[in-house]
């Protein structure tokens, strides 16, 4: 354990990465919901314990500074850590889960709030639980000091600046309107340009949406239950959900639980999936006895969904760069009753090539900036850098190339991303179609009723969901039809 006294500030942004959200540690740090900026800058009192144990402040501290010092999603930090302290008794580790999620959140705020102290103070873990005790927790100040003074052996008193920043803090709100919207919106400040640039006169309003946490939605597997079944499998464990609004599929808990003791998750019924991410794997329209591959399958989610909407009829590929993410989806296909799926290392190119225009459709769920699913993933926004646009547009531009040959006459490649920026949605499109003049774009009306029902959501040819307008993800589909060789 490191011991949660000061420290030298850690390196900045990391590179981002996409997120496995079956990962049974991403479903801890998410399982306590965060508060929004402005209930957490209103002067009631949050709901936490009276008293605040020291060993579950100076635990705070170590998880947050094993997140901030690691390039590595913080899913994969938390289950190292609660692996390495498994003496923290249920209750702290969950108040420490919240503390930590919500500190991700809302880093920009308060970072902005050591900032305006003058103090010269670089933020670090303690700094920003400290500063997260004061303004969303509304802790006194005369308590944050005496938990500090007598927990010798678990945090370090407080130094001088310290114990200003905390009497800087008391009674202050976390978002007041003075403050910039992308520290009250909890976004990295160089990105904001580009959220200008995606969502014009709309930008507060999405992005203080996308910074909250999202509400957990499972898939019905339709290999094994209706959503009826599903539903009633989920009541009958004490569990409350409705239907999704857009995906036929969906089902929305009314509160975020331990998935680990889902029953109905264990047995194949549902699967933890973001309604966008149901839409897009519906787009697709995979049909019993076709041919598809899911190019960039990753963590399997999506191929779940393929296979159910092809009900085991067909051939299913299910392809990654990186095999060992496909390696660790074989107990979910096999608890899914997923049986026509096969896994293939997408870096052996020589077998890709030999399926030359054979395929019915193609998926590229493509590696992005991941901004659209920020709500799902607190910490991705601060692992994002600058310089990973140019190069993850490139890569995606070489994924699409790679994949177009694949596509039979007549055959779709359904292009999907979980970003909002143009230039890894529409201007890649638009790009792509250049480049490969025997494609055309499918609107996306065209395919919805059909494979999702309802009024379609697409306000044009391509479909960008978003967490103001959806309530979902913020998801990007297009799809993209060979019309000749």
């Known amino acids: 354990m490191t011991r949660a006294g000061p420290r030298e500030p850690r390196g900045g ?5 996409r997120p496995d959200t079956g990962h049974a540690a991403s479903r801890q740090l998410k399982s306590k919901r965060a508060p929004s900026p402005e209930a957490a800058s209103s002067p009631k009192r949050a709901s936490h314990p009276a008293s605040l144990p020291p060993a579950e402040i100076a635990a705070s501290i170590d998880l947050l500074a094993a997140i901030e010092s690691t ?33 991700l959140r809302q880093r920009a705020a308060l970072d902005w709030w050591i900032a305006a ?42 130094g001088g600046r310290e114990e200003a920043l905390v009497a800087a803090l008391a009674g202050k709100p976390l978002a007041p309107p003075e403050m910039p919207l ?33 509400p957990l939605d499972l898939r019905v597997n339709r290999l094994k239950a209706s959503r009826e079944e599903a539903l009633a499998a989920l009541t009958a464990e004490g569990l409350r959900a409705q239907p999704t609004p857009y995906s ?34 519906l787009l697709v329209d995979a049909k019993p006895g076709q041919y598809v ?21 067909g051939r299913l590929v299910a392809a990654d760069v990186v095999f060992g993410r496909l390696q660790r989806a074989r107990a979910r296909l096999k608890r899914a009753g997923a049986f ?31 901004i659209g699913s920020w709500r799902r993933v607190a910490d991705a926004r601060w692992r994002l850098r600058p310089e990973d646009l140019p190069e993850l547009v490139a890569r ?66 391509m479909l960008q969901l978003t967490p103001a307008r959806h309530g979902t993800g913020g998801f990007f589909v297009a799809i993209l039809e060979r019309r000749r060789a």
Not at 13 to 17: F, L, N, P, T
């Open 293 to 313: 591959i899911d190019y960039c399958a990753g963590a399997g989610g999506k191929t779940l969904a393929l296979a159910a909407a092809m009900a085991n009829h």
């Open 396 to 461: 995606q531009r070489a994924i699409l190339d790679e994949a177009a040959p694949l596509v039979a006459l007549s055959g779709r490649l359904v292009y999907v991303t979980c970003s909002v920026l143009p230039a890894e949605n529409e201007a890649q499109v638009e790009a792509f179609l250049a480049r490969h003049p025997g494609f055309a774009l499918l609107p996306v009306a065209e395919v919805w009723a059909e494979t999702v029902g309802g009024a379609c959501l697409a306000s044009g040819p």
């Open 182 to 214: 992308f520290a009250r919106a909890g976004f990295p400040a160089w990105v904001e340009p580009l959220l200008g640039a995606a969502f014009g006169e709309r930008l507060e309003i999405e992005m203080v949406a996308l910074a909250q946490a999202a």
């Open 248 to 281: 036929p599929l969906g089902l929305r808990l009314e509160r975020r639980v331990d998935l680990g003791r889902c029953q109905a998750l264990m047995t194949g019924l549902v699967e933890p999936q973001d309604e966008g991410s149901q839409i897009a794997a």
């Open 71 to 103: 390039g590595r999603p913080a899913d994969a930090v938390v289950a190292a850590f609660l692996r390495s302290r498994p003496d923290l008794p249920a209750p702290l580790r969950g108040r420490m889960l919240a503390r930590v999620d919500a500190v």
């Open 340 to 370: 026509n799926v096969e896994r293939r290392d997408a870096t052996i190119r020589k077998w890709f090539k030999r399926q030359a225009g054979r395929v019915d459709r193609v998926l590229v769920d493509a590696p992005c900036t991941g």
């Open 13 to 17: 942004a990391r590179k981002s990465g």
């Open 117 to 158: 102290s003058r103090l010269g103070l670089d933020p670090d873990a303690r700094l920003r639980i400290l500063a997260q005790l004061l303004l969303a927790e509304r802790r006194a100040p005369e308590t944050v000091a005496a938990l500090f003074a007598g927990a010798r052996g678990l945090l370090t008193p407080l």
